[in-house]
């Protein structure tokens, strides 16, 4: 599986296409919280390791 973002400079009226494989992981591994701006981000229940964040926003 593949991940696309397309990236667009509203100012340039350019884009950029960013495409790179999609990790697999398993959603139980990870303890998943809200942090102090309202994003998601999932921590590995094994090494405490933060290793994602998903904002609502798409910032």
């Known amino acids: 599986m593949r991940t696309v973002i397309l990236i667009r400079n ?15 992981f398993i959603p139980g591994e990870y303890e998943w919280r809200e942090n102090k701006n309202g994003n998601l981000e999932g921590i590995n229940k094994v090494n405490k390791e933060h290793k994602f964040t998903w904002q609502p926003s798409g910032g």
């Open 10 to 24: 509203i100012n340039k009226l350019e884009f950029t296409l960013f495409e790179t494989e999609t990790n697999k």
